[in-house]
């Protein structure tokens, strides 16, 4: 399964979702691995905190290699770093991928990144990182995966922003991607008690939009786990919020 955590909106807890399951999926004996496609490298960091700066190669090694013809092109395993967690690789992210960008999209490299995934073997589950813009590497990610998890903060601005990532995923299915599937958006940063992210997600449901009963709460826990490099469920596995992210991937996964 290759499940891509995209939303076009920042601050919306795409990082968090992508590192906190993936980690659950290795917990549970899955051989995880978690890609991370954006400049910013905050999945990187979360998971290998120090060593974040120190990988021999990265995902910008992996775009820059398709630049170039090769009749014997490294096999994406290469990219591979571990994590101190057993079963939970990444593919680390780094600046240089916003120089490349430009450089990719004009050689037309977009389906590179889908064709090294269908060769890799060896993982269970893998968690895709994406930038916030439909850029060239959001759009590689959705092109390469199977399914796509859309974190939504319940702000009347995140809502409106949300129906033009949902045409736009439509529209990358139908072009590029027949297989692609919304398996859902999911209430990060969520506040039970007030009434605006009640409303909206009831609003959004009576539209026929596709939203998770699971919702994941806001807390100083996460951000701690942040800090420790540790994802929640190796850091507190009791936490009401581990809990959270325990039943979202116990819902994606059809346990």
């Given at each position: 399964m290759k499940r891509v955590v995209f939303n076009q909106k920042g601050?919306?807890?795409?990082?968090?979702?992508?590192?906190?399951l993936a980690a659950i999926a290795a917990a549970n004996g899955l051989r995880t691995l978690v890609i991370d496609l954006d400049t910013q490298g905050n999945s990187t960091q979360y998971l290998l905190g120090?060593?974040?700066?120190?990988?021999?190669?990265?995902?910008?090694?992996?775009?820059?290699?398709?630049?170039?013809?090769?009749?014997?092109p490294a096999p994406f395993v290469t990219?591979?770093?571990?994590?101190?967690?057993?079963?939970?690789?990444?593919?680390?992210?780094?600046?240089?991928?916003e120089e490349l960008a430009i450089k990719l999209e004009a050689k037309q490299k977009i389906y590179k990144f889908r064709d090294a995934l269908r060769k890799l073997k060896g993982y269970d589950a893998i968690f895709i990182d994406t930038p916030p813009a439909l850029n060239?590497?959001?759009?590689?990610?959705?092109i390469a995966a199977d399914s796509v998890l859309i974190p939504f903060d319940c702000d009347e601005f995140a809502r409106q922003a949300l129906y033009t990532l949902l045409t736009n995923i439509e529209e990358i299915r139908e072009d590029h991607n027949e297989d692609l599937r919304i398996e859902g958006i999911v209430?990060?940063?969520?506040?039970?008690?007030?009434?605006?992210p009640t409303r909206l997600i009831e609003e959004l449901r009576a539209e026929g939009k596709p939203v998770l009963e699971q919702t994941i709460s806001s807390?100083?826990?996460?951000k701690e786990s942040h800090e420790q490099h540790?994802?929640?469920?190796?850091?507190?596995?009791?936490?009401?919020?581990?809990?959270?992210?325990?039943?979202?991937y116990e819902a994606l996964s059809g346990a």
């Open positions: 601050g919306v807890g795409k990082t968090t979702i992508v590192c906190n120090e060593r974040a700066s120190r990988t021999d190669r990265t995902i910008a090694d992996f775009f820059e290699s398709t630049l170039s013809f090769s009749l014997a990219y591979v770093t571990n994590t101190p967690y057993e079963n939970l690789d990444v593919v680390a992210a780094d600046p240089k991928l060239f590497y959001a759009r590689s990610a959705l209430a990060s940063q969520y506040t039970s008690r007030s009434k605006l807390s100083v826990r996460v540790k994802p929640m469920i190796y850091l507190d596995r009791s936490h009401r919020v581990t809990q959270e992210y325990v039943a979202l």
